[in-house]
């Protein structure tokens, strides 16, 4: 029962940390809080839903496909004109690219809620170590463990993810050091679009339906995660991002029946009183690009 419960909270950690990768590092590099982020993730979801009759792997594939797409293009025709803006242009040309997706979706192909059968391998359990485990549990502690370890080495090892990196810290200095904007803040959003495309496979792989707005509440878990670990630091992004994930869990398990529908006012108060203490986040880093 205990090691059930640590891989469902360690797997759910590591999915709220994935999707809150994805919104600190465009606020790093851009000083963009995106709030489009979620209509890439919706991005993903349909492309699992539009080869939902192919294997698995390849809907995954082209999940990874879309989200890219949309996220290149949003940055080429939103936030290319914009880069030199203030914040808060950037803030409204992002709910203007998230209300326009949203619009498009709605009209064109997704009028209404699709259900996805899941794949029979994670509809599965497995005896591990004497416990009962999920394999779509099991699926997403992997995956996305996975996709946090080679952002990790991405960011750490590579030319790409140094310049990353020091985007992240300090646009303007990192500019002037040589770091080309029109490779790093690109390959900014290409990574985005990976973390969105995994994270929605894993999302319509554990709710089995796919609609215009389901970008809206991993949106949200990813800011919140961001702030509460430190919007300005991709490591305390990740851990705002995990902890949530594990404190979801938690409350799920302990939580009584009839109090489960107040999760998110447990959880949420909690956030209140920890960023009283802490208002900067758990991990502060250093001072974002503004203009």
Not at 84 to 89: L, R, S
Not at 215 to 220: A, F, K, R
Request: with cysteine.
């Amino acid at each position: 029962m205990i090691l059930e419960f640590l891989i469902s909270a360690v797997g759910l950690g590591a999915l709220y940390a994935l999707l809150t990768i994805g919104v600190a590092l465009l606020f790093g590099v851009l000083g963009l809080m995106n709030f489009a982020y979620g209509e890439i993730i919706l991005a993903g979801a349909f492309a699992m839903y539009l080869f939902r009759d192919q294997p698995w792997l390849v809907a995954l594939l082209m999940a990874i496909v879309f989200a890219v797409v949309v996220a290149l293009l949003s940055e080429r025709l939103a936030f290319h004109p914009l880069r030199n803006a203030d914040p808060v242009t950037l803030m409204i040309a992002s709910f203007a690219v998230s209300l326009a997706i949203q619009s498009l979706a709605r009209m064109t192909v997704l009028p209404r809620t699709r259900g996805v059968a899941p794949e029979d391998f994670l509809a599965h359990r497995v005896d591990l170590l004497g416990a009962d485990v999920s394999v779509l549990d099991l699926l997403t502690l992997a995956l996305c463990g996975t996709m946090l370890v080679a952002v990790a080495w991405m960011m750490g090892r590579t030319s790409l993810g140094i310049q990353l990196r020091a985007a992240a810290e300090d646009f303007q200095m990192a500019s002037s050091l040589g770091v080309r904007a029109n490779l790093v803040i690109p390959s900014a959003f290409v990574t985005v679009g990976v973390l969105a495309a995994v994270g929605s496979a894993v999302l319509v792989a554990r709710q089995g339906a796919v609609s215009a707005d389901m970008g809206l509440q991993p949106m949200l878990i990813g800011v919140v995660g961001a702030v509460l670990g430190g919007m300005s630091s991709l490591k305390g992004a990740a851990l705002g991002g995990f902890l949530l994930g594990a404190a979801t869990a938690l409350l799920e398990s302990l939580l009584p029946t009839d109090l489960i529908a107040f999760r998110d006012a447990f959880l949420f108060s909690a956030l209140i009183a920890v960023l009283v203490v802490r208002p900067q986040g758990l991990l502060s880093g250093a001072k974002v690009r503004v203009s």
